[in-house]
Nanobody, 128 residues
């Protein structure tokens, strides 16, 4: 059974940092595209950053460029999102997602409809 479990969310002041983790089980990251998404209250879910099954970063949202970095540890089957210089507008529930078809345009383009497996989410609150 494919499963993703996020952790690492919390409350932080503007300018602070957090590192989100996503533990994958039931499949190997080598074979799947993986991505981080977020959804703020009252807003649609948006892609933050996505990575192909070969480990190349295929997408980074303009709003987080230079601040957020996606990475993975294949040996541990873990995916990470390092978030720096956090701002109040980064407040959202963050989700990890995966799909086997990492060649698809939707997966490469970090569009949520391309991903079939989702974690339960972890909350990030940025406030002074």
């Amino acid at each position: 059974q494919l499963q993703l479990v996020e952790s690492g969310g919390g409350s932080v002041q503007p300018g602070g940092s957090l590192r989100l983790s996503c533990a994958a089980s039931g499949f190997s990251l080598d074979d799947y595209g993986i991505g981080w998404f977020r959804q703020a209250p009252g807003k649609e879910r948006e892609g933050v950053s996505c990575m192909s099954g070969r480990g190349s970063i295929t997408y980074v949202a303009d709003s987080v460029k230079g601040r957020f970095t996606i990475s993975r540890d294949v040996a541990k089957n873990m995916v990470y999102l390092e978030m720096n210089s956090l701002q109040p507008e980064d407040t959202a529930s963050y989700y990890c997602a995966a799909d086997w078809n990492y060649y698809s345009a939707n997966v490469k383009g970090c569009r949520d409809l391309g991903f079939s497996t989702w974690g339960q989410g972890t909350q990030v609150i940025v406030s002074s």
